[in-house]
């Protein structure tokens, strides 16, 4: 089993109204290091076989035709995660 990471974030010529909203609240909490933000979206896609090119390509098109509006967004990265599978507890989550 494999798990496949993708990355997909609104074109950069766009405007990012959410981006923006975290930028304005990180300065308004001191962390004035960050000047912007641009947010997007991360999908965790679990494989039921073992990972290779070909589950690669198969979740760069289901990017491209479904996770992403090719019209505002690009993908921006696909790729193997480096984590092992499965559903580990959260950290201080109770059992």
Do not use: C, H, Y
């Not at 979206?41 to 992403?68: D, H, M, Y």
Request: no cysteine.
């Amino acid at each position: 089993m494999a798990r496949v990471i993708v990355d997909v974030m609104p074109k950069p010529e766009l405007l990012d109204p959410q981006g923006k909203a975290v930028a304005s609240a990180l300065e308004r909490l001191g962390f004035t290091q960050f000047q912007a933000v641009r947010q997007g979206k991360r999908f965790e896609l679990e494989t039921a076989g073992p990972a290779g090119p070909e589950v690669l390509a198969a979740a760069r098109e289901a990017a491209t035709t479904l996770l992403s509006n090719p019209v505002i967004e690009d993908v921006v990265a696909v790729r193997f995660s480096p984590e092992p599978t499965g559903n580990p507890a959260p950290a201080g989550a109770r059992p």
